[in-house]
């Protein structure tokens, strides 16, 4: 009765994948993504901050992340996780924006999976859309740079708190 | 971690409900929604029946009810769970066709929950759309005498099977 299972994901034309290769563990990484003080150091590439992270963490809790920019506007990004893995997977939309809230335009489902391989975890994160035209939208607004910059300052905090 | 938790639903403007109070256990309804066998015997009014059901009975596995026409033509009908509550609540859409694969267009959100009131259960029903036009859209389609309809045979087979 719980996402205790987990069953394979398999690819979607619509998807955007950043895969790699990190020297820490699963618990580790899944600590960094679910632990408000630590999203605070990585989710946002530099000189934007977060301003505040609420999590509840479970099939249908409210993932609310609060981004600020350099002149000090706030962006809300709320969302909803559907499905928690402890150390293995988190699945969240913003199809909903609390509870099960219809949001205005459904864009995207973020998959992220950790993968232990020996000393190493194998990190992916997936931006899968309900239409090409979302996916080429988050493709023209910097998918591969912004993902890319955030991996590297997950990397990092990873690093530092191992 | 789990979905055990169970918080308040919200009510949304783009809601469609069925209130209903019916003489059965929660227990009992419960197992109407969610065994094949029975889901056959009253999940779309008559003429039409059920060729087939398929479900993976948790947060991101998969529902498939095949319905059949009077003209033996098959309309499968994919969604997934979002939340699996044991005897209390199930949360579906057919936003995603299988794990969390999209679907072409997210349409609605069921929110069914069983509330124990004595000897009888408070049903509840609901379909929550992502626009004001999908829900006129589900009216259109005959919302209130369909879901009814199904109201009268669940309520007719758990008197049965209780």
Chains 1, 2 share one sequence.
Not at 136 to 154: P, S, V, Y
Request: hydrophobic share 40%.
């Amino acid at each position: 009765m719980t996402s205790s299972s987990q069953s394979a994901i398999v690819e979607h034309a619509n998807d955007l994948v950043l895969i790699r290769r990190i020297p820490a563990s699963a618990q580790t990484l899944f600590r960094c993504w679910t632990e408000p003080e630590l999203i605070k150091q990585w989710f946002v590439p530099s000189p934007w901050t977060i301003a505040h992270v609420q999590l509840d963490l479970r099939a249908g809790g409210q993932s609310l992340i609060v981004m600020q920019d350099p002149e000090g506007n706030q962006h809300p990004n709320p969302g909803v996780y559907l499905e928690v893995i402890p150390n293995r997977r988190l699945v969240f939309t913003d199809a909903y924006t609390a509870g099960w809230l219809p949001a205005a335009k459904p864009f995207m489902t973020a998959i992220i999976s950790f993968e232990p391989e020996g000393e190493q975890t194998l990190y992916t994160a997936r931006a899968r859309h309900w239409s090409a035209e979302a996916r080429q939208q988050h493709l023209d607004m910097g998918f591969e740079q912004g993902w890319g910059i955030c991996a590297d300052q997950l990397q990092t905090l990873a690093a530092r708190i191992a």
